[in-house]
């Protein structure tokens, strides 16, 4: 564990060095379940990797997929419930607090036939510019467009509803990368092999993690996040204890049902 | 509502609730999907759904030389070595 923290440590100071001095204020403890941050249990996965904070969440990017790794969001009720009045037309955007070598492009994306698929999802955030962030390919992974479409939307609303039942859950969104090759996007972006959403029920201290492999058939699994954590390297919640780690919560089939409609007093005129 | 203008670029996204029409400059993606309330609520959604696919129709109908099909034009997808997995 504590290697795992230096990781992060290294990573964030090598982050601030060379940027903004705004950079140095760029931790977002609020975003993790205990305040701690997702750790990498594989070393490899350390390799240029930056952390970025944005209002409403937070990202670890990698220079050498030029994707994020993980996402993290504190969602609750309240914020859904803004989320979904929230109406506007939203602009895809390069990262440019990240260095030119080690972000995606958007000509990576264009007619490669893959998604730009969302780790946090813009319809969780309440605000204009939270929404606008999400955007940034700083968040946005090569998805399967029929996973992005269907089963993952799904998997997103489902998480959704159990946070408008349980009051508040802490997510962590992420990519897996096994296997001897990888597919990319113009040689330069990295093309997950699988994708998960762990979470986090404080009011139940109670979490899972779907897991999907990034497939146009994809086969969905509910794991523990200790389970999570042997198959991606990443543990996403490591303040949980070993019980609640090792423990399955049961997840509810996801379905387009569970995000809250726009209601009074957060309705448009 | 600001509406999206279609085929003019690659990274406007636009959300009608549950609805998410991606722009683009080959294809607009339309993904996801709306309950039309019989409410106010739903007759706004309605107005803005009837709204980008109004300036779809418009943009396709003033194209010169539209193709019967347009050609697929996915590039091809580059493999490369995991440097997360293998010994050192």
Same mark, same amino acid.
């Given at each position: ?10 990573a964030f100071l090598f982050a601030a060095s ?13 975003? /993790? ?9 594989? !070393? ?9 904070? /944005? ?44 260095? $030119? ?7 990576d994306y264009v007619g490669s036939g893959f @998604?730009? $698929? ?6 969780? /955030?309440?605000? @204009? ?15 399967? !467009? ?21 009051? &508040?859950?802490?997510?962590?969104? $992420? ?31 109670q979490a899972a993690a779907y897991f999907v ?10 794991? *523990?996040?200790?389970?999570? *954590? &042997?198959?991606? $390297?990443?543990?996403? /919640? ?16 996801? *379905? ?12 448009? &005129? | ?14 959300? +009608? ?10 294809? +607009? ?23 980008? +696919? ?22 091809? +997808? ?11």
């Amino acid at each position: 564990m504590r290697a795992a923290f230096a990781l992060w440590a290294t990573a964030f100071l090598f982050a601030a060095s060379p940027q903004s001095p705004a950079e140095a204020a760029d931790r977002c403890p609020q975003f /993790f379940a205990q305040g701690q941050a997702p750790e990498l249990k594989n !070393a490899r996965l350390a390799v240029k990797t930056r952390p970025l904070c /944005f209002s409403f969440f937070g990202v670890l990017h990698s220079g050498v997929t030029r994707t994020p790794l993980w996402a993290a969001e504190h969602l609750t009720r309240d914020t859904l419930r803004r989320a979904a009045c929230v109406e506007r037309v939203n602009t895809f955007h390069v990262e440019d607090r990240l260095p $030119g070598s080690e972000r995606a492009e958007l000509t990576d994306y264009v007619g490669s036939g893959f @998604d730009r $698929g969302h780790l946090a999802p813009a319809a969780d /955030f309440p605000t @204009d510019e939270a929404q606008d962030e999400s955007f940034s390919l700083a968040n946005m992974i090569p998805q399967e !467009a029929n996973l992005n479409r269907s089963l993952w939307l799904h998997v997103e609303t489902t998480v959704s509803g159990l946070t408008m039942r349980y009051g &508040e859950t802490y997510v962590v969104t $992420g990519t897996a990368f096994v296997g001897k090759n990888l597919r990319s996007l113009n040689g330069r972006v990295m093309v997950p092999t699988q994708v998960y959403k762990a979470v986090y029920i404080s009011a139940l201290e109670q979490a899972a993690a779907y897991f999907v492999d990034n497939s146009d058939t994809p086969d969905l699994q509910v794991l *523990s996040i200790s389970e999570l *954590s &042997e198959r991606t $390297g990443v543990d996403p /919640f490591p303040g949980l204890s070993a019980a609640v780690k090792t423990t399955t919560m049961k997840l509810p089939k996801p *379905s387009n049902r569970g995000r809250p409609r726009c209601r009074p007093p957060y309705a448009p &005129e | 509502m600001k509406v999206m203008t279609p085929f003019a670029n690659d990274t406007e996204s636009q959300a +009608i609730e549950g609805l998410t029409i991606e722009n683009g400059s080959a294809r +607009i993606v339309i993904s996801g999907d709306l309950e039309i309330t019989k409410d106010k609520a739903g007759l706004r959604h309605a107005k803005a759904l009837k709204a980008v +696919i109004t300036e779809i129709v418009a943009a396709l109908e003033a194209e010169k030389k539209l193709p019967e099909y347009a050609d697929d034009e996915s590039k091809p +997808i580059a493999e490369v070595k995991n440097p997360f997995e293998g010994t050192d």
